[in-house]
């Protein structure tokens, strides 16, 4: 399919420099259009070109009409019509800005001229044309006259002071920064008081009783008359003499020894174990996609994602549709297979389907790859085989 891009330029010096770019980049040059009447435009410090020097001349078809009328596919009922893309650039050209048209036959190409115009400042159009609309124009004007060399220089240092265009050189930046946040997993000790043991020490008393037999002696004396002959022995008794018998008796001894009867360790015991610790993680995943705001590029992007939301779910339907669960739940399965088909392209599934595994499995954790290979699959091979 082809399409083609177009470029508008208040300086002539940018427009050739940007066609010169475009044909040594390998543009053929038919294909590599300049406005047809760059010859009438009086930019200051410029030389005048004719409209041979750009691709195929179509001044013989209408001057500026004519051209914009075959650049849109329009006829010349069509041109009455206001407010329309011909209208935009047909008026820019009437006004003394150069149109510069390149036939891009894939998206490759049609990227590469798109880089190679925007390196030149082209105008913006759509705010050139809202400035017009604020001062009363209302749509191209076939029988109005071209502006005159002055009148093209006058609106120049008007937009230039006023910063009309696109993409003038300035040395203010816009950025907006999106961070991408990722959680990451550390893993520490800490010694935690769990209980333990306290010992106390105390001295108590009790009382004890026990039993001792204890001896004690009495010396008693015990006189009876008696009335019979001395013998021998009691004839000794006349000698003197000293005859004693003593008294004896035991008493209780109390005395204390102390004693170990037991005892009473206090140790640690200490052990190792391992922890296995689960927990889910949270990134945040930034996906940048291309908004083209060249003329037709958009529609067709959107054409693009229509179709493919419409195929996805076709193939949802018949793949998971009867085992419950939402489309939600498989549309990043499907534009991340989408979005890989240049690794298939010219490879097996089986060889490639490793790699992409370990890819979804790192960035989503929370849905297995065997739940999601399918859509993934299918994602990327549809957009191989277009």
Same mark, same amino acid.
């Given at each position: 399919?082809?399409?083609?891009?177009?470029?508008?330029?208040? !300086?002539?010096?940018?427009?050739?420099?940007? +066609?010169?770019?475009? %044909?040594?980049?390998?543009?053929?040059?038919?294909?590599?259009?300049? &406005? @047809?009447?760059?010859?009438?435009?009086?930019?200051?410090?410029?030389?005048?070109?004719?409209?041979?020097?750009?691709? /195929?001349? +179509?001044?013989?078809?209408?001057?500026?009409?004519?051209?914009?009328?075959?650049?849109?596919?329009?006829?010349?009922?069509?041109?009455?019509?206001?407010?329309?893309?011909?209208?935009?650039?047909?008026?820019?050209?009437?006004?003394?800005?150069? %149109?510069?048209?390149?036939?891009?036959?894939?998206?490759?190409?049609?990227?590469?001229?798109?880089?190679?115009?925007?390196?030149? &400042?082209?105008?913006?159009?759509?705010?050139?044309?809202?400035?017009?609309?604020?001062?009363?124009?209302?749509?191209?004007?076939?029988?109005?006259?071209?502006?005159?060399? !002055?009148?093209? +220089?006058?609106?120049?240092?008007?937009? =230039?002071?006023?910063?009309?265009?696109?993409?003038? /050189? *300035?040395?203010?930046?816009?950025?907006?920064?999106?961070?991408?946040?990722?959680?990451?997993?550390?893993?520490?000790?800490?010694?935690?008081?769990?209980?333990?043991?306290?010992?106390?020490?105390? /001295?108590?008393?009790? @009382?004890?009783?026990?039993?001792?037999?204890?001896?004690?002696?009495?010396?008693?004396? &015990?006189?009876?008359?008696? *009335?019979?002959?001395?013998?021998?022995?009691?004839?000794?008794?006349?000698?003197?003499?000293?005859?004693?018998?003593?008294?004896?008796?035991?008493?209780?001894?109390?005395?204390?020894? #102390?004693?170990?009867?037991?005892?009473?360790?206090?140790?640690?015991?200490?052990?190792?174990?391992?922890?296995?610790?689960?927990?889910?993680?949270?990134?945040?995943?930034? !996906? %940048?996609?291309?908004?083209?705001? #060249?003329?037709?590029?958009?529609?067709? =992007?959107?054409?693009?994602? =229509?179709?493919?939301?419409?195929?996805?779910?076709?193939?949802?339907?018949?793949?998971?549709?009867?085992?419950?669960?939402?489309?939600?739940?498989?549309?990043?399965?499907?534009?991340?297979?989408?979005?890989?088909?240049?690794?298939?392209?010219? #490879?097996?599934?089986?060889? %490639?389907?490793?790699?992409?595994?370990?890819?979804?499995?790192?960035?989503?954790?929370?849905?297995?790859?065997?739940?999601?290979?399918?859509?993934?699959?299918?994602? =990327?091979?549809?957009?191989?085989?277009?």
């Amino acid at each position: 399919m082809q399409n083609t891009i177009i470029g508008v330029y208040d !300086d002539i010096a940018q427009a050739q420099a940007a +066609q010169d770019e475009l %044909v040594a980049a390998g543009f053929a040059r038919e294909r590599v259009q300049l &406005n @047809p009447h760059a010859d009438s435009i009086g930019t200051t410090g410029t030389s005048s070109t004719s409209a041979s020097t750009s691709g /195929t001349s +179509q001044s013989d078809s209408g001057g500026i009409g004519g051209f914009f009328r075959g650049l849109f596919g329009m006829d010349e009922e069509s041109e009455t019509r206001s407010g329309s893309e011909y209208d935009m650039y047909a008026e820019a050209a009437r006004r003394g800005s150069c %149109v510069l048209t390149v036939d891009a036959d894939s998206d490759d190409e049609l990227d590469r001229a798109e880089a190679i115009l925007q390196r030149h &400042n082209p105008v913006d159009i759509d705010q050139r044309s809202e400035s017009w609309r604020s001062e009363g124009w209302t749509g191209y004007d076939a029988s109005a006259p071209a502006y005159s060399a !002055d009148e093209m +220089q006058a609106e120049r240092a008007r937009y =230039a002071s006023t910063g009309s265009t696109a993409r003038t /050189t *300035d040395d203010t930046t816009e950025n907006q920064r999106i961070p991408v946040v990722e959680e990451q997993l550390k893993v520490g000790k800490r010694t935690v008081n769990r209980g333990g043991v306290r010992v106390v020490r105390r /001295t108590s008393e009790k @009382p004890v009783h026990e039993s001792v037999d204890l001896r004690k002696e009495t010396v008693s004396v &015990n006189r009876q008359p008696v *009335d019979k002959p001395a013998s021998e022995a009691d004839l000794a008794a006349f000698e003197e003499g000293t005859i004693e018998m003593r008294e004896t008796s035991e008493e209780a001894v109390v005395s204390k020894e #102390a004693r170990v009867v037991e005892e009473v360790e206090i140790g640690k015991q200490v052990s190792h174990e391992t922890a296995d610790i689960d927990e889910k993680l949270r990134r945040t995943d930034v !996906d %940048v996609q291309r908004m083209d705001t #060249a003329a037709g590029r958009g529609d067709y =992007a959107d054409t693009v994602q =229509a179709a493919d939301d419409a195929d996805f779910r076709t193939h949802w339907q018949n793949a998971y549709g009867t085992s419950g669960g939402r489309y939600e739940d498989y549309d990043a399965a499907y534009r991340y297979g989408s979005s890989a088909d240049e690794r298939v392209r010219n #490879a097996r599934w089986e060889d %490639v389907e490793p790699q992409m595994r370990s890819d979804w499995e790192a960035h989503h954790p929370e849905s297995t790859w065997e739940r999601v290979k399918d859509a993934v699959r299918y994602g =990327a091979q549809r957009h191989s085989r277009m």
